[in-house]
């Protein structure tokens, strides 16, 4: 029952909510963005959860110097492109130790076409591979039945080296207990690993000598903080 209406409805509510309140820091971020890059703040990209299900086109912030960042692919590094760290701007840095590249993807919510929580869409190339290299992983992957989330249990318990076998091992996890209190543990984890800069990312970005980023988490931190101050005092 929770998999289907409660949670397409809950999904959708969230994702308003979430948006209303980060819309100061979603304008900020935009701007730096287009300050840095001179481009479109927002990207889309064409992601699936396999090559024959659903193709959408989901939303993220730009990390990127160029519009495609160029995938050196071998069996051992598809979810993982450390080489191209070099091309990441000095506002991505900070977008991707969060996370907060992912905050337009909420659109996406909004539109019917992924969850707050939900195994990761990946894009078709990383999917090529998969089936490539890995084709009965790949086949267990066809057989999910959810929509693509925003995040989700592989998100916030990425392996260091990206295994393919790790995320098709989290993702049946995911939907096999999927449920209203897993999804809100994975929504928490997912809020803390953003706070304090947690989060795995696939190009092994350091936080060393990234000043800048500890100033942005910083402002970020302190705008979470006085949300919540302010939600608490108004209930």
Excluded: C
């Excluded at 971020?29 to 396999?50: G, M, V």
């Excluded at 449920?179 to 809100?184: E, K, P, T, V």
């Excluded at 350091?206 to 919540?228: A, P, Q, T």
Aim: avoid cysteine.
């Amino acid at each position: 029952m929770y998999q289907g209406y409660i949670k397409n409805y809950l999904d959708k509510i969230l994702s308003l909510i979430i948006l209303i309140l980060l819309l100061p820091l979603v304008i900020l971020i935009s701007l730096l963005i287009f300050i840095e890059t001179k481009k479109n703040p927002i990207i889309s990209q064409e992601r699936a959860l396999s090559l024959n299900k659903k193709k959408i086109k989901i939303y993220k912030f730009r990390t990127f110097l160029e519009n495609e960042a160029p995938n050196i692919y071998n069996s051992a590094n598809i979810l993982s492109h450390p080489e191209l760290s070099h091309l990441i701007t000095k506002t991505g840095k900070f977008l991707r130790l969060t996370g907060l590249d992912e905050i337009p993807q909420l659109l996406n919510v909004l539109k019917g076409e992924m969850s707050l929580v939900g195994p990761r869409p990946l894009i078709i190339r990383d999917l090529e591979q998969i089936e490539f290299y890995y084709p009965e992983l790949y086949q267990k992957r066809e057989n999910i039945n959810i929509k693509p989330g925003v995040t989700g249990l592989w998100q916030v318990t990425k392996d260091d080296n990206f295994s393919v076998e790790y995320l098709i091992k989290k993702d049946l996890q995911y939907q096999s207990n999927l449920s209203f209190i897993n999804d809100l543990k994975i929504l928490l984890k997912t809020l803390k690993i953003s706070i304090l800069m947690q989060h795995k990312d696939s190009l092994k970005i350091s936080k060393e000598n990234y000043y800048l980023v500890w100033v942005f988490n910083f402002v970020v931190n302190l705008y979470i903080f006085l949300l919540i101050v302010i939600l608490f005092n108004n209930i």
